[in-house]
């Protein structure tokens, strides 16, 4: 793609000689921005930066495109709100009225200068695809597009034309073209209405071009009688097709009834085969074992239109071709798919068989709609078939509108390799319990996938597989690793890639660390280890850098979506740049969220922004990312997956999460992986803004993970959290701080009475705050040998919310046990409470005592069991002793019942305690079933260091 499309994101610093070290440069400035938001710069040697000026361009005539003139008056000084060497965060007046900004920073290397909410235009498309008719329509898609009252202006050789442009949303303008405008090149313009001249945007390329001939030719058949249903008219509608192809093109004019078809049908290119509208024309293929590969067949240049399909057993609904010459231009227009595959009375066995066969198709069986290319058309449609609704592939200028999708068992929606499409206005629905999602991909094949404005959709009842409402996806990966020279737009790699004989022109190549870090090129071409790209660095790359070079996938913007019953909403996995999330609705799936990460490859997540998203409902039941979560809250957040490779380099960079509210059972994420590991410490997330949030009714408001940097939150309400902001490096801090100061005293961490229940709390007797909380209803129960006791159920627990913080390096773990049921694994203290990393989980397998914990580089390699045995209904004092860079030993009653010698640390993590729970287990012991203790419990003790079971014995 031309760098217009990228518009003003991409910003060279005011300084010649891009190669000499070290110069400031930019690479990317967030937007849009309003007054009191935060903007943030990222390049390069911006560290130094101490000052920045900031000018509010007045708001005068917008004059001609080009005229730069320099702002006027005096700026207002600013001190940064935060900085590092890649990063620059300051905050717009709260006073000033929104409008287009100009700012400079003062660095130590230098001023650079830079843009704010000037109208950036990612690509245009309209009526004719990537082009408009005369006569016709454009749609313009970028940021900061309409601030005021925005116009588009279309230049060319022999005509100007202003066009009167209506906002569709902050990010889409639409206009007609004049009917007497003359086909040819134009040069197209954005201004937002703010900013005078400085408020144009950055010219893109623009055709617009004659409307296309219509043929006049119209053969026109009729239905069989009523007692002449069996007439099979498969060949009839055939030789009338290809009839009107062979003249050059021309429609078939179907009446009022129904046509039995026993075959495929071909529409040849220029034909239309249209109905009298869906609930009047239907074409039936009766039930077979050897369905044609698709019921309806072209190459491209075709239209179906204002009819029913019915069939049952069957492949693909309607197929045309997606790459080649002759792909693209079909229309689908009004029609109505009803393709049922398990219609009627069939037998399981006779059901499997014919799943089993749809899936030699693709993952999600047989496609209702087939489509590719450019200039694809699909509205008005209610499809309903029984595997996937839509494969679109290679779509440019596609526009996919105003349709009712249903996807079949196992069915998913999949649109893939794009290069302009617009998705508006759709339902995408579960035909069948085990329907899953989809989303937009490169699973084609494709290098690049970019430009998808997906709007107004809504999505639901998505309960199979992995269950992803909106998902981005490309696994794979040529290179990862350094640089050996770099000059121009030519790059020397310093190990062999692996291209695996793809051609990987237009993938690519992304500076992860070192030098230049945060930018990428595309390819061009490849040859060895020589990679031509698109165009030269501003900051080249040296032996320093880190590069990855992977699928590209960029600019898809998601507007105000709503998504119900999913395991995700929108998902951006792996690649994603420029991604931008507004206005979206989630209830009752995991939420909103990016990563990068190793996905067959070392793939990044870079510059997203989630904008005045809301998530009404976030209880999370077998949800997440990859069914990763079997309950628990949903979440909006920005992540990076660990990609366990060296040479280590961050892989998310600069996201913004403002404006959001999440009012029951949610909150929001900051850096880290996703589930939670605290064994990661390297920063793969680097530069997020929370800003303006709004959260309420939950258990956490925000979490920022210890493996993030340059995390800005500022101005976040917070409504009935129990705990308003976690933030790992301060919990760390503290917990560290607190464990110090038992150690000076000599005091353990916690004691729980339990014989102290008080309803559904049990207060910490050592008053430091580690007080639990009953989940279930757990019983205070005499204990005639002692105080009382809590009696568990096997469906009750405790988990004490305050445990998150605890690090724990050595420590003894006492308390005493009388249990009702042996048989199975149930867990008794564990340091967490979803099935992640854990430093300690003390439980019982088939009566046995058992250490379970992992190690720093995430093996479970500390877990042992006990040859000692507990009776049911009988007391014994239990004691675990862990003493760092020696291992574990548990007691029974004082005497010693096993151990395991093992040097290496704990991995920590910030999961609550549970007392009577851990998150896997049962009888039998299954991963999905939580392994929730049988009997009571009278006092549970915890030191921070190993002591002698008697001194630790409660």
């Not at 043929?215 to 498969?234: A, F, K």
């Not at 220029?270 to 077979?288: E, F, H, I, K, R």
């Not at 430093?839 to 009566?847: A, E, H, K, W």
Request: charged share 15%; net charge neutral.
């Amino acid at each position: 793609m031309k760098r217009w499309m990228i518009g003003s994101v991409f910003a060279l610093a005011l300084l010649p000689n891009a190669d000499a070290a070290p110069r400031a440069a930019v690479f990317w400035v967030s937007q849009p921005v309003g007054p009191g938001e935060t903007v943030l710069v990222y390049g390069s040697a911006l560290g130094t930066t101490t000052r920045v000026d900031l000018w509010r361009i007045p708001d005068g005539a917008a004059q001609t495109p080009g005229v730069r003139s320099e702002p006027s008056g005096s700026p207002i000084s600013l001190r940064p709100a935060q900085v590092d060497d890649h990063a620059v965060k300051f905050i717009v007046p709260s006073q000033w009225r929104n409008g287009v900004f100009r700012a400079n920073l003062l660095t130590a290397a230098g001023s650079v200068r830079v843009w704010i909410n000037r109208p950036s235009i990612l690509w245009a498309q309209g009526d004719a695809g990537l082009a408009s008719t005369r006569g016709g329509w454009i749609r313009v898609i970028g940021t900061s597009l309409a601030l005021a009252h925005p116009t588009i202006l279309l230049t060319g050789r022999r005509q100007n034309v202003h066009l009167k442009a209506t906002p569709l949303s902050p990010f889409a303008l639409q206009a007609r073209i004049p009917v007497t405008l003359p086909p040819g090149a134009y040069r197209l313009y954005v201004h937002n209405g703010c900013g005078g001249a400085a408020g144009w945007s950055a010219p893109a390329p623009f055709t617009v071009v004659p409307a296309p001939p219509a043929s006049r030719r119209v053969i026109r058949l009729h239905p069989s009688e009523w007692h002449s249903v069996d007439l099979d008219r498969t060949q009839e509608l055939q030789n009338a097709l290809d009839t009107l192809g062979k003249q050059g093109g021309g429609t078939l004019q179907l009446a009022r009834g129904r046509y039995r078809v026993s075959g495929g049908l071909s529409v040849p290119p220029g034909v239309t085969l249209a109905g009298s509208g869906m609930a009047d024309t239907a074409l039936c293929w009766p039930d077979t074992e050897s369905p044609p590969e698709a019921l309806i067949r072209g190459t491209g240049r075709f239209v179906v239109r204002d009819l029913t399909m019915y069939a049952t057993n069957h492949q693909h609904g309607i197929v045309a071709d997606q790459v080649g010459p002759n792909a693209g231009h079909v229309q689908i227009l009004r029609v109505r798919m009803r393709l049922d595959p398990y219609r009627g009375h069939l037998t399981p066995e006779e059901v499997d068989r014919r799943f089993t066969a749809s899936l030699k198709l693709s993952t999600g069986g047989g496609d209702s709609l087939r489509l590719g290319g450019p200039n694809v058309v699909v509205a008005f449609c209610d499809i309903d078939g029984g595997g996937r609704c839509l494969y679109l592939s290679h779509g440019q200028g596609a526009w996919i509108h105003h349709n009712t999708f249903y996807n079949g068992r196992w069915g998913w929606y999949c649109i893939s390799g794009s290069d302009g499409v617009i998705f508006e206005d759709n339902s995408i629905l579960g035909g069948d319990l085990m329907s899953t999602g989809g989303g937009l991909n490169c699973l084609d094949g494709s290098m690049v996938s970019q430009n998808v404005y997906y709007a107004g959709n809504h999505l639901a009842r998505m309960y199979g597989w992995d269950r992803e409402a909106m998902t981005t996806d490309a696994g794979g990966g040529a290179y990862y690793g350094r640089v050996e020279h770099a000059h121009g737009n030519q790059l020397e790699l310093a190990e062999d890639p692996q291209w695996g004989g793809r051609d990987w022109k237009g993938a690519a190549v992304f500076i992860l660390g070192g030098r230049g870090q945060g930018q990428y090129r595309q390819i061009r071409s490849t040859q060895g280890r020589s990679v031509i790209l698109d165009e030269p660095w501003l900051v080249t790359p040296d032996a320093s850098s880190i590069i990855s070079i992977t699928m590209l996938q960029r600019n898809y913007l998601f507007v105000h979506n709503t998504f119900e019953d999913a395991g995700v909403a929108i998902q951006m996995y792996g690649t994603a740049v420029g991604n931008i999330a507004y206005g979206n609705t989630s209830s009752r799936t995991g939420g909103f969220h990016n990563f990068g990460m190793n996905y067959l490859g070392i793939q990044p997540s870079w510059f997203v922004q989630w904008l005045n998203n809301r998530i009404t409902e976030g209880n999370v039941y077998g949800g997440g990312h990859d069914q990763s979560m079997q309950m628990g809250e949903a979440h909006l957040g920005v992540f990076a997956l660990p990609p366990g490779v060296e040479p280590h380099a961050p892989v998310t960079l600069c996201g913004i999460i403002r404006g959001n509210r999440l009012d029951r059972n949610a909150h929001l994420a900051a850096g880290g992986a996703d589930p939670p590991s605290s064994g990661t410490t390297f920063p793969y997330t680097q530069e997020v803004i929370v800003e303006g949030n709004t959260v309420a009714h939950a258990s956490v408001g925000l979490t920022v993970s210890r493996a993030t940097v340059g995390v800005f939150a500022r101005k976040n309400t917070f409504i009935d959290c129990a705990i308003p902001v976690s933030d790992e490096q301060a919990d760390a801090r503290r917990a560290a701080q607190m464990v110090a100061r038992f150690l000076r005293e000599h005091v353990p961490v916690m004691v729980l009475r339990m014989d102290r229940l008080l309803g559904s709390h049990v207060p910490d007797a050592t008053g430091h705050g580690f007080d639990a909380i009953a989940v279930g209803t757990p019983q205070l129960q005499k204990n005639d040998a002692g105080p009382s006791c809590i009696a568990f159920d096997g469906k009750s627990y405790l988990t004490i919310p305050l445990g998150r913080i605890l690090r724990l390096t050595s420590f003894t773990i006492s308390l005493r046990v009388k249990p009702l049921v042996t048989r199975g694994r149930y867990g008794l203290v564990a340091k967490r409470i979803n099935g992640v990393a854990a430093p300690f989980i003390v439980g019982l397998t088939d009566g046995h005592p058992t250490f379970e914990a992992t190690d720093a580089d995430g093996r479970w390699s500390f877990n042992f069991i006990s040859p000692a045995t507990l009776a049911e209904g009988e007391w014994a004092t239990l004691t675990l002793v862990f003493r760092a860079g020696v291992g574990a030993t548990i007691y029974v009653n004082g005497k010693e019942a096993g151990s395991i010698k093992n040097t290496a640390d704990l991995m920590q993590n910030e999961e609550p305690l549970c007392i009577g729970r851990d998150a896997w287990g049962g009888d039998p012991p299954k991963a999905d079933t939580p392994g929730i203790f049988r009997g009571c419990l009278a006092d549970v003790v915890i030191w921070p260091q190993a002591m002698k079971p008697e001194g630790a014995a409660p």
